[in-house]
């Protein structure tokens, strides 16, 4: 594992070494690296996968090679460091070792890259490069959505931006923050975006969620039987559907809110690996940037019973009552884990 990544820390900007000579025995190394596991070998441990075989949980492909500082770090704080997050190092690191052997510079490509959602309506291909606190830098692949005077003008205009406006989305680590401020510079003639931004909004219980009316399969109330109450989980499952189905621009008084699943399923649905990924930032924005109901209001978030989302999954693109299935795998507020599909409403043209 850590002669993949040449022997060096993966943690994004670290890359300290981690063996050298022993200076009391010629003949022995040094090493002061950790072979940390991104999902833990035991239960309760962090990240722990209940579907993970004991082969898995043993194999190279489970483990990430960091400096002792911050394989303490990944492990003691880890609902900060997520699975999907901690591949990515582990591939870029793997990708930099290899790329230092053949070339004198490293060329960026898609391999092992996030989107990073700026805003509405920029999504940038990235590489970690690094993170301490509340300062992230990332290495600016291409463009995905949007295009470069998009781009520059969401920077160079940022402090006049509307306040629904301000805030980053990071697909890898399942995260979004409201930015306090953005840069874009340049080091050997490769771009960076550097970001500030706020603490990370907390999560909340799902099982303390009131009774709200209990809704169909085609939208409309369940009313077989009588109107039906639902609370707690079942009520959460049904706020997801519910929350990705509100259109955005919908409300004229607030047209901040809402998600912008129908619009991504008319552009992008043709590509369901790319509609799937698209439907990720949205659930991911969703649950952690919050946004003001009304004029005056306090800002709140629209799914703040939700920890993390790991795993978005569209098998396709074919309609029933006007809506998709979308496979949800996420983590609650309550830190369960919970796994089931979720109807999302699309306005058809």
């Given at each position: 594992m850590a002669e993949r990544v040449?022997?060096?820390?993966?943690?994004?900007?670290?890359?300290?070494?981690?063996?050298?000579?022993?200076?009391?025995?010629?003949?022995?190394?040094?090493?002061?690296?950790?072979?940390?596991?991104?999902?833990?070998?035991?239960?309760?441990?962090?990240?722990?996968?209940?579907?993970?075989?004991?082969?898995?949980?043993?194999?190279?492909?489970?483990?990430?090679?960091?400096?002792?500082?911050?394989?303490?770090?990944?492990?003691?704080?880890?609902?900060?460091?997520?699975?999907?997050?901690?591949?990515?190092?582990?591939?870029?690191?793997?990708?930099?070792?290899?790329?230092?052997?053949?070339?004198?510079?490293?060329?960026?490509?898609?391999?092992?890259?996030?989107?990073?959602?700026?805003?509405?309506?920029?999504?940038?291909?990235?590489?970690?490069?690094?993170?301490?606190?509340?300062?992230?830098?990332?290495?600016?692949?291409?463009?995905?959505?949007?295009?470069?005077?998009?781009?520059?003008?969401?920077?160079?205009?940022?402090?006049?931006?509307?306040?629904?406006e301000r805030y980053v989305v990071v697909e890898s680590q399942g995260d979004a923050r409201l930015l306090n401020e953005i840069k874009l510079s340049v080091e050997n003639q490769t771009q960076y975006i550097e970001l500030s931004v706020k603490d990370k909004m907390p999560s909340t219980d799902p099982n303390k969620l009131g009774f709200t009316l209990k809704l169909g399969e085609d939208g409309d109330l369940c009313i077989d039987s009588g109107i039906m109450r639902i609370s707690g989980i079942e009520a959460a499952v049904q706020s997801l559907s519910t929350t990705m189905s509100f259109i955005r621009g919908e409300l004229k008084d607030a047209e901040w809110l809402g998600s912008n699943v129908t619009d991504y399923y008319h552009r992008y649905s043709g590509d369901l690996q790319l509609f799937s990924r698209l439907i990720k930032m949205e659930f991911i924005r969703l649950s952690l940037i919050p946004m003001k109901e009304y004029l005056g209001s306090e800002k709140r978030t629209s799914l703040p019973f939700v920890k993390r989302f790991n795993k978005i999954t569209v098998l396709s693109r074919d309609l029933k009552f006007s809506s998709i299935i979308v496979n949800v795998d996420l983590e609650w507020g309550d830190c369960t884990n919970w796994n089931g599909e979720v109807r999302v409403f699309i306005l058809e043209t």
């Amino acid at each position: 594992m850590a002669e993949r990544v040449a022997w060096r820390c993966s943690f994004p900007g670290c890359q300290k070494n981690t063996v050298g000579p022993n200076s009391s025995d010629p003949t022995k190394k040094i090493n002061n690296g950790i072979a940390a596991h991104i999902c833990a070998a035991a239960p309760n441990g962090p990240r722990y996968d209940l579907n993970m075989s004991p082969e898995e949980r043993k194999s190279i492909t489970n483990g990430i090679w960091m400096c002792r500082d911050h394989g303490s770090l990944i492990d003691s704080d880890y609902s900060e460091y997520s699975v999907d997050t901690l591949k990515q190092w582990k591939q870029n690191a793997e990708d930099n070792a290899a790329t230092s052997l053949r070339e004198p510079t490293k060329v960026s490509d898609l391999s092992g890259s996030s989107f990073l959602q700026l805003g509405n309506q920029l999504i940038c291909n990235v590489h970690w490069y690094q993170v301490s606190a509340n300062k992230w830098k990332f290495e600016l692949v291409n463009i995905e959505i949007g295009n470069k005077h998009d781009f520059h003008d969401y920077i160079l205009n940022f402090n006049n931006l509307d306040e629904h406006e301000r805030y980053v989305v990071v697909e890898s680590q399942g995260d979004a923050r409201l930015l306090n401020e953005i840069k874009l510079s340049v080091e050997n003639q490769t771009q960076y975006i550097e970001l500030s931004v706020k603490d990370k909004m907390p999560s909340t219980d799902p099982n303390k969620l009131g009774f709200t009316l209990k809704l169909g399969e085609d939208g409309d109330l369940c009313i077989d039987s009588g109107i039906m109450r639902i609370s707690g989980i079942e009520a959460a499952v049904q706020s997801l559907s519910t929350t990705m189905s509100f259109i955005r621009g919908e409300l004229k008084d607030a047209e901040w809110l809402g998600s912008n699943v129908t619009d991504y399923y008319h552009r992008y649905s043709g590509d369901l690996q790319l509609f799937s990924r698209l439907i990720k930032m949205e659930f991911i924005r969703l649950s952690l940037i919050p946004m003001k109901e009304y004029l005056g209001s306090e800002k709140r978030t629209s799914l703040p019973f939700v920890k993390r989302f790991n795993k978005i999954t569209v098998l396709s693109r074919d309609l029933k009552f006007s809506s998709i299935i979308v496979n949800v795998d996420l983590e609650w507020g309550d830190c369960t884990n919970w796994n089931g599909e979720v109807r999302v409403f699309i306005l058809e043209t």
